[in-house]
């Protein structure tokens, strides 16, 4: 595969190119190395491409993950978490370890309500989402998990890969496409979401 476009917001790619020059090699090997043709194996039940060939996202997800799982990018430590339906139990839950938190509802009687989020890879307070499924993922990636692992002082940087249009064309409708949320990501502003990013649109 290729790598179609990029876009670097608050200076994403330009930070990773000097703190982390061979990650950013790592990166642009590994898509170059996923070999697109294999993962064609699809066939389409949907009335307006019923029959056609198409690529299949769970075989590009595992493509992904081996070529860059073998250039030492590793699942990411899963970040877990209390939730409440109470706003102040929550605001107090914000500010607490993960085992003080669970105290704290105990000690009020709350629901252990546990939750977690984790990138799919990791390495150098740089993480990585590789996302071919459902096009709403791409926005819980950029404006919850990146964001918020950054806000937390878990990384540094935060990276998306999609799929260009051209190759959402060429997938069951729902996948995500690097216009669209290029878009989305101009459309709020210079400096939301609050977090260096690099989105990558990829195509065969």
């Known amino acids: 595969m290729k790598i179609s476009a990029k876009y670097s917001h608050l200076n994403g790619l330009e930070w990773l190119v000097y703190h982390h020059p061979t990650s950013w090699q790592e990166i642009q090997d590994a898509i170059s190395c996923v070999d697109a043709s294999k993962c064609r194996t699809k066939v389409s039940k949907e009335k307006n491409m019923y029959g056609k060939l198409l690529y299949e996202p769970s075989a590009l997800n595992a493509c992904f993950k081996q070529e860059l799982g073998q250039r030492g990018w590793l699942n ?7 939730v409440s339906d109470d706003p102040s139990v929550t605001e107090q839950l914000l500010e607490l370890p993960y085992e003080e938190q669970k ?5 009020m009687g709350k629901p252990l309500i546990r ?3 984790a990138a799919d890879f990791e390495k150098d307070r740089v993480s990585i989402e590789v996302q071919f499924g459902k096009y709403s993922f791409v926005q819980f990636d950029l404006f919850i998990k990146h964001a918020a692992n950054y806000m937390h002082n878990r990384i540094d940087l935060g990276i998306e890969i999609v799929p260009m249009k051209a190759l959402e064309s060429e997938m069951s409708s729902g996948p995500p496409y690097y216009e669209k949320h290029l878009h989305e990501i101009l459309r709020q502003g210079r400096i939301f979401p609050p977090v260096p990013l690099i989105l990558i649109g990829v195509e065969p």
Do not use: V
Request: charged share 15%; no cysteine; glycine share 0%.
């Open 76 to 82: 990411a430590t899963t970040n877990s978490f209390y």
């Open 103 to 107: 105290k704290l509802l105990k000690s």
């Open 115 to 117: 939750s977690s989020n």
